[in-house]
């Protein structure tokens, strides 16, 4: 699976779990755990988009042999931006 935002830059495509008049600042406000989570996704590639305000993590990334995070922006999580849990041969970058 390829998730890619179509905009010149990362800010060009948000996936905002909270609060969305927040921006990329506080208060989260969030309304979900989990901004994107990829389960088994083996694969994988994120990039060019910005994920935020989630109460737990931005991106999580769990079980998966084989993922790419391109130029992705972790904006205001309430734990961790990105967490790859129990996944092998990831690269994060940029």
Known sequence: ???EGSGATPDAVVLDAGRVASGNGAPLGAVKDVG???DRADGLVLRNFTVRHAAEHDV???ETD???Q???KFMYAGEYGALM???DHGLTQN
């Open 70 to 72: 391109d130029r992705i």
């Open 60 to 62: 999580y990334i769990l």
């Open 66 to 68: 084989g993922y790419v």
């Open 1 to 3: 699976m390829q998730i």
């Open 36 to 38: 994107l989570k990829a």
């Open 85 to 87: 849990f129990t996944s």
